[in-house]
């Protein structure tokens, strides 16, 4: 079967107008919840963060899908009403891919900035929370959140949370595992997350902990770099072509959906990909 934008949103419809359930007033809609749920996905994997643009797309590109395409205010509302929703689709999703179950866990966090301006981060209403962090990667401080996630070797989401870019991701890291692991699988990492109270919070939950050896630390510890590497690439799939970094969010409650609509995006094509014995973490085929 191919698979291509029309299967993976065929199919986060038919799973949110089974979750959601048949509200009185929803018969007066002409757009029910689970199409505005599905076309949240769809702006996600068509990478237009902005919303009126993604509808002018939606009106021409997704007619045979959406005969009717909200307006711009009604889909920012509603959207931002079901952020509950989606968050439960990614957990549903998730949990009926083989990464949910697997032994082996990634973790790691993200940027996620919010606005690189003084004036933005005194007048935002991002302000109480966000603050500013360092980014490894581009070796420089930015201003926002991080987007901390615990995932499955096949690029399951099954954990995640935003938190001020000033937190520490081992704190962080613990409370996610917290709520995931089951007991006896094995925790990747990268050297952020040395520290003995972090270890023992993971043996504690029954895991073990694996990352390479800092600097100060003897020998070279574990080879993960091909692990880390499928790390690296869930989250380029993220920033790359689900948009991360260009999220348009100006409120805290915009930023929690348009996250959420992202992993939801990721969630349901791993499993449209498994399903259909594709590799798991390529999203070219909904995006091409």
Known sequence: MHADLDTLL???YCMADDLLPCKPNNARRRVTDAEVVTLCVAQAIMGIPEDPRFLARAKKELRHLFPLVP????????????????????????????????????????????GRSVETTRRSALGPWCAYGYCASHSRLFWGMRLHTAFGADGTPRAWALAPANLGE?????????????????????????????????AGLGATLFRP??????????????IRQRIESIYRTRKDLLTLERHGARTIEGLRVRVASRLLALAAGVYVNWWLGRPTRSLVAFVA
């Open 170 to 202: 081992r704190e962080m890291a613990s409370s996610l595992l917290a709520s995931t692991l089951c007991g006896g699988e094995a925790v990747i990492g990268d050297k952020g997350y040395a520290g003995r109270e972090f270890e023992a919070d993971v």
């Open 10 to 12: 065929i199919t986060v």
């Open 213 to 226: 050896a800092r600097r100060d630390e003897p020998g070279r510890g574990p080879h993960l770099a091909p």
């Open 71 to 114: 307006q711009q205010p009604g889909f920012y509302k509603r959207r931002r009403r079901l952020a509950d929703t989606i968050e439960q689709l990614i957990g549903i999703f998730a949990a009926e891919c083989p990464g949910a179950h697997d032994d082996l866990v990634l973790v790691d966090s993200t940027p996620v900035e919010c």
